[in-house]
């Protein structure tokens, strides 16, 4: 199976600003987030990309 231009998760510290359709992680911190984000790339073989100061999101191209 091969996935392109596909969202594979999204990392926010706002919980409002998603409410599903992916993968959510919600973080305490802005660290946290960036710390998880930068994980979740690397495990997933995505790029994150921040889309607001309080979210990012995962993506496959």
Known sequence: MNLEKFILAAITTNPQKILGGTAVFHC???????????????????????LAEDLYIIVKH
């Open 28 to 50: 305490e911190t802005k660290k946290e987030m960036e710390s998880i984000a930068a994980n979740l790339e690397a495990i997933l073989d995505g790029i994150a990309h921040s």
